[in-house]
């Protein structure tokens, strides 16, 4: 009876091992809760082809922002109420595992920050260390060839602030988090105005209170990518920034091998997640990397 309590215990060692606890969410304010529902578009903008399933990923190794429940909670009932997807949250990168990443048509990367599929702090040990960066290596590869296989990828707000020196992120994504000078309400220009992702806008920019980012220079360019939205440019604190282009675009999609992407970032303050129009664009910036919406994604031929 001992032998077989040790077997059975070290067993459930393993398990635990394997089967990593999620990261609970602190329970979203029910008057925020209500805010979200009031603020959700009736109907998607495109009939899904096929009943889709998302992941919402929302793991950080690094700056952990206060909006990440809201954010998980308005991005499921968006998802719901309006039929286009079914959203399964987790921070288990364990999800990114090959066999389990195939049952999803898209990844969400909400919020997340730094080096998500290796420990905050590598082992010293340098066997264990060798196996935590054999297996990160695996899980990137298994997410680079889950969005070229014709499936989507989409961030919110700090998806750019996640892996900004692994490249091949960073040309799925769009662009590399390099400082956020504004946290104002900003002025929003339309970079196509009969594009499907900003049909919400009616053809007029907006205005907007949130943490504005910039982007590295080698990413986030007119030339690699469709841009959308971004800072107006008669902007008088446009100045705060540090691109030489003087180019900060807020919102683009992308194709990448078969797949397709989208990344905005607004996402930083509570409230973007109950903004109507926000909340619309991203519906159909979703909507697009699950192939159900058809938009242009042709970069510009010029800077």
Known sequence: MKRFAIICLSSLVVLAT??????????????ILEKIKAALPETAPAKPKQPRKVLL????????????????????????????????????????EPATLK????????????????PRKLPADAAAKKKALEREERLKKSL??????????????????????????NVMMGGAFDGHPWHTEVPVRLLDTGHPLNKVFQGKGFTVRDEIYQFRADTAQRTERKMLLSLDPSWDQLSKG????????????????QGRTFYCSLGHRN???????????????????????????TPAKTP
Do not use: C
Not at 272 to 295: C, K, S, T
């Open 103 to 118: 049952q999803f048509d898209a990844v969400i990367m909400v919020n997340t920050t730094g080096e998500l599929f290796r």
């Open 144 to 169: 680079v060839d889950f969005v070229k296989s014709g499936k989507g990828l989409g961030g919110t707000h700090s998806a750019t602030d996640t892996y900004k020196n692994w490249k091949e992120y």
């Open 18 to 31: 394997i089967q990593r606890p999620v990261m609970a969410q602190p329970k979203v304010n029910p008057q």
């Open 57 to 96: 990923f929302s793991k950080t190794n690094g700056f952990r922002h206060g909006s990440i429940p809201v954010g998980v909670a308005s991005l499921t009932m968006l998802g719901k109420e309006t039929g286009a997807f079914t959203a399964t949250h987790s921070e288990d990168d364990a999800m990114f």
């Open 271 to 297: 409230e973007i997640y109950h903004n109507p129009h926000v909340l619309e664009h991203y519906l159909a910036g979703f909507q697009y990397i699950l192939g159900d919406l058809a938009a242009d994604a």
């Open 242 to 257: 540090k691109r030489k282009d003087g180019f900060y675009p807020v919102s683009w999609i992308s194709a990448y091998g």
